[in-house]
Nanobody
Framework: QVQLVESGGGLVQAGGSLRLSCAAS????????MGWFRQAPGKEREFVAA????????YYTDSVKGRFTISRDNARNTGYLQMNSLKPEDTAVYYC???????????????WGQGTQVTVSS
C-alpha cells in the first residue's frame, strides 16, 4: 500500500514558477512509476508528466514540454514537478499517482494523492 500527499501548490503570476512535491509512504514507492495529472474546472483529468521507477525515463504532454520537469528522490520517497514559465491555462488541481510499470504505456496508477491547487493569474 502506498499513500501519496501532494504539496507546493498556490497562487502565482503568469511567468512564475512553482515546485510541487509528492511525499509517499510505503516501501514500494521506489519500484513504482510515478506521474502527475491535472484537472481544470469543467474539464477531465489529463496527463502531465511521468517518470520511471529509476528516474531514467520521463514523459511529458506537449503543452508542458520545456517548461515542466518531473523528478524523484527514492531515498526520500518523494517525487517532484518543477513548473516554470507558468501560464493561466496551467491552472488546475494537480495530482500525483504511482503504480507498477507495464511493458508498454504508462504505469498502472493504483495510488493517487488528494491533489494540490495551482492557480496562475494573468
Amino acid at each position: 500500500q502506498v499513500q501519496l500527499v501532494e504539496s507546493g501548490g498556490g497562487l502565482v503570476q503568469a511567468g512564475g514558477s512553482l515546485r510541487l512535491s509528492c511525499a509517499a509512504s510505503g516501501r514500494t514507492f521506489s519500484v513504482y512509476g510515478m506521474g502527475w495529472f491535472r484537472q481544470a474546472p469543467g474539464k477531465e483529468r489529463e496527463f502531465v508528466a511521468a517518470i520511471s521507477w529509476s528516474g531514467g525515463t520521463t514523459y511529458y504532454t506537449d503543452s508542458v514540454k520545456g517548461r515542466f520537469t518531473i523528478s524523484r528522490d527514492n531515498a526520500r520517497n518523494t517525487g517532484y514537478l518543477q513548473m516554470n514559465s507558468l501560464k493561466p491555462e496551467d491552472t488546475a488541481v494537480y495530482y500525483c499517482a504511482a503504480g507498477p510499470e507495464r511493458v508498454a504505456g504508462l504505469p498502472k496508477y493504483d495510488y493517487w494523492g488528494q491533489g494540490t491547487q495551482v492557480t496562475v493569474s494573468s
